[in-house]
């Protein structure tokens, strides 16, 4: 091989590289994705919109996951904040009948500028075996597509029941096999994964492409394995001051096409304020301005 030839060589094989760790990198943890989920505040926001949001966006966080019952409520406070409305989580009864009611949110959800429509919650008494999870993905393979003709994104959201070993498997592996990987994601929450005896990092792994949301939570040391969300008020705990890995949960995604982070804490000690204060201090070090 000549010197030309050779340096020629280095030079595409060099640009090539840059391009490939271009299209291969991702940065997700900066801090303008960094969110809460209005859940947390659920007590509290309906009476005072405007205070409750202002103290969010006081606090530091960038962007909101709404829970939809409460969306019109809001909307006029959320509206006066610079915070981004990204994701909302929608009745599992309009998802389940897939009619007008499902149809009218995403309507909503994209004129007021989200970007995701997030199922939420199985209602135990409408959970059960194999049969359920394969309905279950059907139903989010309709939903999904009328999502994404809107322009929306649409997810499903974990808790510890969908671990439960089932045959060999697991609901969430049936829902997740049978689900079109263009048209419905998982928002994980980290908490439930660890609630169902599950390393959050290696469920990560495992559904790798297919999670576009996070939800960050924390989770007292000690509670037993459990496949239900029958837990002690007091097992929900501030990140960073819990038993998970937080460190290990966001370096794994870096690695990931993990769009958006949302802070949940379904039960404070106190204000709820003052929990998700207290997680924000301690993902601001991992977050990037």
């Known amino acids: 091989m000549s010197s030309t030839t050779r340096r020629n060589f280095v030079v595409q094989s060099a640009a090539l590289l840059s391009a490939a760790r271009v299209l291969s990198a991702h940065d997700p943890l900066r801090a303008s994705d960094l969110g809460v989920q209005l859940y947390t505040v659920r007590n509290t926001i309906t009476k005072d919109p405007a205070k409750d949001l202002k103290a969010i966006e006081d ?7 709404v829970v939809y019952a409460t969306l019109e409520t809001i ?21 389940m009948e897939g009619g007008a009611k499902l149809d009218d949110a995403i309507a ?20 059960g075996g194999a049969d359920t999870f394969k309905h279950l993905a059907d139903v989010l393979n309709k939903a999904g597509a009328k999502a994404k003709a809107a322009g929306l994104t649409c997810c499903y959201h974990n808790h510890a029941f969908e671990f439960e070993p089932m045959n060999g498997t ?8 049978a689900t079109d990987k263009n048209l419905v994601h998982l928002e994980l929450d980290i908490f439930w994964a660890s609630v169902a005896g599950h390393n959050p990092v ?23 394995v459990q496949f239900n969300e029958n837990v002690p008020k007091a097992t ?7 038993s998970i890995d937080i460190p290990a949960v966001l370096a794994q995604a870096k690695h ?23 997680s924000y201090q301690y993902l601001s070090g991992h977050f990037s301005k």
Not at 79 to 95: M, N
Not at 170 to 177: E, R, V
Not at 236 to 242: A, H, L, Q, R
């Open 236 to 242: 929900f705990k501030e990140i960073g001051n819990g």
């Open 202 to 224: 290696e469920v990560m792994k495992k559904y790798s492409t297919r999670i576009a949301l996070l939800h960050l939570k924390d989770k007292a040391a000690g509670l037993p």
């Open 108 to 127: 909503s959800l994209k004129q007021k500028g989200f970007s995701f429509i997030v199922l939420p919650y199985v209602p135990p008494n409408e959970r």
């Open 170 to 177: 697991t609901g969430l592996d049936i829902m997740m096999a």
């Open 59 to 65: 606090i530091g966080y960038k962007e909101v996951e």
């Open 75 to 95: 909307w006029p406070a959320l509206q006066q904040t610079k915070l981004k409305a990204v994701s909302a989580h929608v009745d599992t009864a309009f998802f």
């Open 256 to 278: 990931m096409p993990i769009k958006n982070y949302f802070v949940e804490q379904d039960q404070t000690p106190g204000d709820p304020l003052d929990s998700l204060r207290q």
